[in-house]
């Protein structure tokens, strides 16, 4: 008797090929050159996983005192820490975290584009052309230029949705789910939203059991890391925090990787977009539930994490294309007369959306980068070259001064958390700070006149016109 085994189909292969052009676009579009620090998350993030391969734990070493932190995310410096272990040369070894990152995304996408052939019931290659439309454009590919926890939680995130759509009512199942959801909270704790979404989702779809652990485990999770990580002793500094957003602010966050395409030129495409992810939710509720609900915790997120909103909203494109897909899908499928307007929709959205994040948008990002690291890369060699060895700067770029400088940093945002005034220097006298450095990346406290409350004379080291300026603090009693 000889068992046929069926010959694959190249169909069968479609998930695989949009995974490996998510990460050869990703590999592409990276900025090696790039400087950490610039976003004070990204700096964060290496200084911690520095200070864990120096077994210091989650402490600030850049600043002078060292302070413990709480509220920190520990799993993507756990995951930096290892990588700097493999290669402990930096700024050399940022290459390496770039594509560790890059080789998160496109694994996320071909499991989730994997996942989702396997649940819906449309061509496997819609599926892989929404994965990759999802993932290999500007908004996600830019959390894989800088060292961002992002890639990371998107992988936990895809993971526990692979294993949300395969239908297994087992509790350990489940439970699977919940552990990935989890790791993503680790990765970063905005995501919680999204982590629970996941739960819920398997409930809509029937599976209760599954979904009562997913969501116990993923409460489990939460109540560890708060207890753990959230809270710190008396001295400790709180790196985390929620805020709500103004309408202002959201829109942006949202329209800043569309600065120069018209509104009127988008709202039509977009329109279109958002308008098949909606009818793919509503129209498949049960299948689509999972990703629908991912998608409403990152937006919820998003709309109140002030701190992170700019990469949160990016990570929602992953999840809202492969609905619009599903919509597209359904409405090609149920109307005939929708089929031209469908068609013309769609050929919009890749005519419009896809050349301009891919290539334009790519170009001028690069084009900022390096308008914006120039003036402060003369601020770094000038720090080396000028700056003795046991230099402490206050400075608005704190982790950026001392990965590339190895001096130690007041940041001027931790002076903030603290209540300190930024309109003087009383602070900076008390503490031993020798220097203040002004970055010019983003607006300051004026320090270009001396205090007379505090008799603090500041002598220009150097001074650039809208750029950035080293000043030497001299404390008088």
């Not at 992810?277 to 998608?295: D, P, Y």
Request: with cysteine.
């Amino acid at each position: 008797m000889n068992d046929h085994v069926p010959e694959p189909r190249w169909s069968d292969y479609a998930a695989k090929i949009a995974g490996l052009l998510v990460l050869g676009v990703t590999l592409w579009g990276l900025a090696p050159d790039a400087l950490v620090g610039t976003y004070v998350q990204d700096g964060l993030n290496v200084v911690l996983a520095k200070a864990l391969v120096l077994g210091e734990g989650f402490r600030l070493v850049h600043v002078h005192e060292s302070p413990a932190v709480h509220g920190v995310a520990p799993l993507y410096p756990w995951f930096v820490s290892v990588l700097g272990r493999v290669w402990p040369f930096f700024p050399e070894n940022l290459l390496l975290m770039q594509i560790a990152s890059a080789a998160m995304l496109g694994a996320a996408a071909w499991i989730l584009g994997s996942s989702l052939q396997r649940a819906w019931a449309i061509s496997p290659w819609l599926i892989a052309a929404a994965t990759v439309v999802g993932f290999a454009n500007v908004p996600v590919m830019s959390l894989a230029m800088v060292p961002f926890a992002e890639p990371l939680a998107l992988f936990c995130l895809a993971s526990a949705v692979a294993l949300a759509t395969a239908d297994s009512p087992r509790w350990w199942t489940g439970a699977a789910v919940g552990l990935m959801a989890g790791a993503a909270t680790l990765a970063s704790v905005a995501v919680a939203p999204a982590a629970i979404g996941i739960g819920l989702g398997i409930g809509v779809r029937g599976r209760f059991r599954a979904s009562g652990s997913a969501l116990a485990v993923v409460a489990a999770v939460l109540v560890i890391w708060w207890l753990v990580w959230g809270t710190g002793p008396a001295g400790s500094v709180n790196i985390g925090g929620l805020d709500i957003r103004t309408t202002g602010d959201h829109l942006g966050a949202v329209w800043r990787f569309f600065p120069s395409v018209s509104p009127l030129i988008l709202l039509l495409p977009l329109t279109a977009f958002v308008g098949f992810a909606l009818w793919g939710s509503a129209t498949h509720w049960r299948i689509a539930s999972v990703c629908a609900f991912v998608l409403l915790g990152l937006a919820l997120s998003g709309w109140l994490w002030s701190g992170v909103s700019h990469r949160l909203w990016p990570m929602t494109l992953p999840w809202i294309c492969p609905l619009a897909a599903l919509g597209a899908a359904s409405l090609w499928a149920r109307f005939s007369r929708a089929r031209l307007i469908t068609g013309i929709a769609t050929a919009g959205v890749i005519a419009v959306i896809l050349p301009h994040n891919v290539f334009g948008a790519l170009r001028q990002f690069r084009q900022e980068l390096d308008q914006t690291t120039q003036p402060v890369r003369y601020l770094l060699s000038t720090t080396v070259a000028e700056l003795p060895g046991e230099a402490i700067i206050s400075t608005d770029v704190a982790e950026l001064l001392y990965l590339y400088t190895d001096r130690h940093t007041i940041p001027w945002w931790l002076e903030s958390a603290a209540g300190a005034a930024l309109g003087d220097f009383r602070d900076e006298c008390e503490r031993g700070v020798t220097h203040v450095a002004v970055s010019g990346l983003q607006p300051s406290r004026d320090v270009g006149s001396n205090d007379p409350a505090t008799n603090a004379h500041l002598r220009p080291v150097f001074e650039l016109t809208d750029g950035p300026s080293l000043y030497e603090l001299q404390c008088r009693d």
